[in-house]
């Protein structure tokens, strides 16, 4: 095991962290790369999933888009379009080489889980709370804005934290077509047989992802409009919906 | 690797100077390359399904009646979910080294992490008076585990099994990494050396097979489940 010992000791040295190619310049262009890439998905994705189950509309598309994007390897995706003429793998600003190419695949690969789950929140709202949302006299804007967005927050925010979990893993996974980020560690590593480096570099990526998990998972208890606390007297009307869209594995 | 279009009639249409994205030519000429990759990709995959599987039973069901265990396990499984696959294989190398075994085992347990949830959804989603009826009939509890409670959850667990297996056909070829990556070998190995030709067929072969498996998994729990054919 003196493998553990070795990447220990890389960690540890403060040349592995410094420089154009150290693990923090590559922490910081897989964030920026990933946080660009979660910004536009749902800038596209979520106007589109919530107008859709606000009008109760294209259901079939926004629950089978899930499934098509776990069939498409993540890997495949970025392969055609480093090797495809167009992005192909040239550098793009701050997002470095083949950043365009990556960028793309990241923003196709978070649009499912945002799409599915923006739609089946907004329609599982109960119907009978939109039709007293109705009965008072709410316009369709209103009922949209004032009912049926707070009560489906639980279950996109849910289809947010997915997407993040998946851009985060694509954009590892983007090393392997010689993209930007952290995986550059670890491909570059294992490609010059120096495992050390690639254990550090999955070391740090794997902790990123779980301090990313763990603060979306915070954000999202913080954005329920209902938080269960015992003195809320607003529970009586109706919890959460409780049966979220299945966690789209890792797909990637 | 031998080298481009040695060819007498014209270039073939995956030679350099064409290297156009889809060409019948090189399937025929690299069948045998082709193929291997493809049983590879298949075998690693069922490998992986089937020691999750075999891991994630006897977890669900020891989960179910401990719920301090349940929550851990629940626990356990989103955070190997949230490690990127990419991350998960380097982790694994230092007990398995550089071998299939390495890409079987990071694979299971994602599937595991999956196929754990379903099995505990599928059990919780069978209604309590069904328990009891059964427990009236003189059911005992592996009995009822067999006879009504499997059969009852196994909607939810093939669903859980059919997500598993998709994704697990397309993880199967970051395995490259440690190179046994089945089909995902061809795809490197087309990005490294801009082969679009076999960047194509790996990437299209790797989505068939993705829709293969799961027309099968639909129809074996049509079998499985014939009650539920007339209200779908």
New interface residues.
């Given amino acids: 095991?003196d493998?553990?010992v070795e990447t220990w000791q890389y960690l540890l040295d403060p040349d592995s962290w410094a420089g154009g190619d150290g693990l923090v310049a590559r922490l910081l262009e897989q964030l920026l790369i990933t946080a660009t890439a979660l910004v536009l998905a749902m800038l596209l994705g979520l106007p589109l999933a919530l107008w859709l189950g606000h009008v109760g509309k294209g259901g079939f598309l926004a629950v089978n888009i899930s499934?098509v994007g776990?069939?498409?390897?993540?890997?495949?995706?970025l392969?055609?379009l480093?090797?495809a003429d167009w992005p192909g793998s040239a550098e793009f600003g701050p997002y470095g080489r083949a950043g365009l190419a990556t960028l793309i695949a990241l923003v196709l690969f978070a649009l499912p889980p945002l799409i599915t789950n923006g739609y089946v929140g907004m329609r599982e709202v109960p119907s009978d709370v939109q039709e007293a949302a109705d009965g008072m006299g709410m316009s369709s804007a209103q009922r949209f804005r004032r009912v049926e967005l707070p009560l489906a927050l639980p279950v996109v925010a849910s289809g947010v934290r997915l997407a993040l979990?998946q851009v985060?893993?694509?954009a590892?996974?983007a090393?392997?077509?010689?993209g930007p980020g952290l995986?550059r560690i670890?491909?570059e590593?294992?490609a010059r047989n120096d495992?050390a480096q690639?254990?550090a570099?999955?070391?740090v990526?794997?902790i990123v992802?779980?301090v990313?998990?763990l603060v979306a998972a915070a954000v999202q208890r913080a954005a329920d409009p209902m938080p269960r606390s015992p003195s809320s007297d607003r529970d009586r009307t109706m919890s959460a919906p409780s049966t979220t869209v299945?966690?789209?594995?890792?797909?990637? | 690797m031998t080298i481009l279009g040695a060819a007498d009639s014209g270039p073939s249409c995956y030679s350099r100077f064409v290297n156009e994205w889809f060409c019948w030519d090189y399937v025929q000429d690299r069948h045998d390359q082709i193929t291997d990759a493809l049983v590879e990709h298949v075998a690693i995959t069922l490998a992986a399904l089937v020691l999750g599987v075999v891991i994630a039973v006897p977890l669900a069901l020891l989960a179910r009646r401990l719920p301090r265990l349940e929550s851990l396990v629940l626990g356990f499984s989103?955070?190997v979910?949230?490690?990127?696959?990419?991350?998960?294989?380097?982790?694994l190398?230092?007990f398995t080294g550089l071998s299939a075994a390495t890409v079987v085992i990071g694979l299971g347990l994602?599937a595991l992490?999956?196929l754990v949830?379903?099995l505990l959804d599928g059990l919780r989603s069978v209604p309590d008076d069904v328990r009891e009826a059964a427990r009236g009939l003189g059911y005992g509890r592996a009995r009822m585990l067999a006879r009504i409670e499997m059969p009852l959850a196994l909607p939810v667990v093939m669903?859980?099994l059919r997500?598993?297996a998709?994704?697990t056909?397309?993880?199967t070829?970051?395995g490259?990494?440690?190179a046994y990556g089945g089909l995902?070998d061809l795809?490197?190995h087309?990005?490294a050396r801009?082969f679009?030709a076999e960047?194509?067929t790996?990437?299209v072969l790797?989505?068939a097979l993705?829709?293969v498996l799961?027309g099968l998994l639909v129809l074996l729990q049509r079998v499985l489940t014939p009650w539920t054919a007339g209200t779908r």
């Avoid at chain 2, 979910?81 to 982790?91: C, H, Q």
């Fill in positions: 095991m493998l553990f499934n776990r069939a498409v390897p993540t890997f495949a995706l392969a055609l480093v090797a979990v985060w893993a694509t590892t996974i090393a392997l077509v010689a995986g670890i491909t590593g294992f495992y690639g254990m570099g999955a070391v990526v794997a992802a779980l990313l998990e299945a966690e789209a594995p890792t797909g990637s | 989103t955070g979910y949230t490690v990127p696959s990419l991350a998960l294989l380097p982790l190398v230092p994602y992490t999956i949830r379903a669903a859980g997500v598993a998709v994704s056909i397309a993880l070829t970051v490259t990494l440690v995902g795809i490197a087309g990005v801009d679009r960047l194509m790996a990437a790797c989505v993705a829709v799961d």
